[in-house]
Nanobody, 116 residues
Framework: QGQLVESGGGLVRPGGSLRLSCVAS????????MAWYRQAPGKQREMVAS???????SYVESVKGRFTISRDNGLNAMYLQMSSLKPEDTAVYYC??????????WGQGTQVTVSS
């Protein structure tokens, strides 16, 4: 299945911004609808944003207007631009297809902490 690697997380203040990146170690994901997921402490993993191979996007209501998902099919990369961050955005963020574990297992994720 190869491996997905997330990066770009960190500690930010409320209202701050962060840009996450995702790359596949092998093969290409340009043919697959992709998504960003997050898992907060004590909670289930949830999909927060998705993007088709053609660039059509969707977002969970809680991040709509604040997060932007994008992809570069040529570079086999995906991104999540996060703005106006809130403490409730604190979570480990993962990338995968919209049908997770079909093509890749979960990666290590990248920690995003929003705190004053």
């Amino acid at each position: 299945q190869g491996q997905l690697v997330e990066s770009g997380g960190g500690l930010v203040r409320p209202g701050g911004s962060l840009r996450l990146s995702c790359v596949a170690s092998t093969n290409s994901f340009r043919a697959y609808p992709m998504a960003w997921y997050r898992q907060a402490p004590g909670k289930q993993r949830e999909m927060v944003a998705s993007i088709t191979s053609g660039g059509t996007t969707s977002y969970v209501e809680s991040v709509k207007g604040r997060f932007t998902i994008s992809r570069d099919n040529g570079l086999n990369a995906m991104y999540l631009q996060m703005s106006s961050l809130k403490p409730e955005d604190t979570a480990v963020y993962y990338c995968n297809s919209v049908t997770p574990r079909t093509y890749w297992d979960w990666g290590q994720g990248t920690q995003v902490t929003v705190s004053s």
